[in-house]
C-alpha cells in the first residue's frame, strides 16, 4: 500500500536551497523526487504556448488533465518533457516561474495536478519539494522538512547563479520578484506556502548546504528506518 512507503516533504520559498538538499537526501536513501514546482511550471508554459489566459481557471484545469508530461533521467540531471518535447530550459525562466505562482493559486488547478503528484509514492521511497507537500499531498510523511531563507540571501544566490552561466542579472529586479512571489505563494488560500505542524524548520540563509544537510539527516534517521 502506498501509505507505508516514507516520503520525505521538503517545503520552503524558491531558492532556500530545496533542490540540492533533495538531491542530496534522495541519493543517502535512494529514494526518487518529485520536483512538484515543475509540473505547475510545465502548466504555466503550455499556457503559455497555446494562449490560455492565467486567469482563466476552467481552461487550465482542462489543460492540466490533457498534459502530456514526463521526467527523464539524463546525464546532466532530469530532463522535464511536454508532449515528447525537452522544455527543461524553457520552463526553468523567471516568466514561467512566475506564471506558474499565478496558475498555481487557483484551487481547481491545484486539484486538478493532486493525484498526478500522489502517483510519485512508490517503493523504496520519495523526497517531494514543493509549497505544500508536508501540508496537502503528503500529510502523512513520516519526514517533513520546512526550509527556508531570507529574501535578500535567495536574490543573492540567484544572481551568483545566473551570473555562473554567463547571464546577466539585476539584484534589485530579482529581489522585486522574488518578494512578489513569496507573497503570494504565503497569502493565497489554496495550501498557501507554511510550514506542517510536524515539520523541522531550517533556515539556511547563514548554513553551509552541508549543515544543512546534516540537520536533514539527523532529523530524518530519528523518523526512517536505518539506511541498510
Ligand atoms: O519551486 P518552483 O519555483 O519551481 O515553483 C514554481 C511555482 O509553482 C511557485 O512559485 C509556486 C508553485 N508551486 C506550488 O504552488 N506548489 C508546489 N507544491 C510547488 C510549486
Known amino acids: 500500500m502506498s501509505a507505508d512507503i516514507p516520503v520525505i516533504t521538503v517545503d520552503g520559498p524558491g531558492g532556500a536551497g530545496k533542490g540540492e538538499l533533495c538531491l542530496r537526501l534522495s541519493k543517502m536513501y535512494g529514494f526518487t523526487i518529485l520536483d512538484s514546482g515543475a509540473i505547475y511550471r510545465v502548466l504555466a508554459y503550455a499556457a503559455l504556448k497555446h494562449q490560455v ?6 481552461s487550465l484545469v482542462k489543460l492540466a488533465g490533457e498534459l502530456r508530461l514526463s521526467f527523464e533521467p539524463r546525464d546532466s540531471g532530469v530532463a522535464v518533457m511536454l508532449d515528447g518535447e525537452d522544455v527543461s530550459r524553457g520552463v526553468r525562466n523567471e516568466e ?10 487557483l484551487p481547481g488547478v491545484r486539484a486538478a495536478l493532486l493525484d498526478r503528484q500522489k502517483a510519485f509514492r512508490t517503493a523504496p521511497g520519495l523526497v517531494a519539494d514543493g509549497r505544500d507537500m508536508g501540508t496537502v499531498v503528503f500529510p502523512d510523511a513520516p ?5 527556508d531563507a531570507s529574501p535578500e540571501e535567495r536574490a543573492r544566490r540567484r544572481v551568483k547563479q545566473l551570473e555562473s552561466q554567463g547571464k546577466a542579472a ?3 529586479k530579482i ?5 512578489e ?4 505563494d504565503r497569502n493565497r488560500a489554496a495550501a498557501p506556502l507554511k510550514p506542517a505542524p510536524d515539520a523541522l524548520l531550517l533556515d539556511s540563509t547563514e548554513l553551509s548546504i552541508q549543515e544543512v544537510v546534516d540537520t536533514a539527516l539527523a532529523f530524518a534517521a530519528k523518523k526512517l528506518k536505518p539506511l541498510s
Open 96 to 105: 514561467t516561474g512566475g506564471a506558474a505562482s499565478k496558475i498555481a493559486a
Open 181 to 184: 512571489r513569496d507573497n503570494r
Open 53 to 58: 489566459s492565467l486567469a482563466d481557471e476552467p
Open 175 to 179: 529581489l522585486a520578484e522574488i518578494r
Open 143 to 147: 519526514v517533513k522538512i520546512f526550509l
Open 170 to 172: 539585476d539584484y534589485d
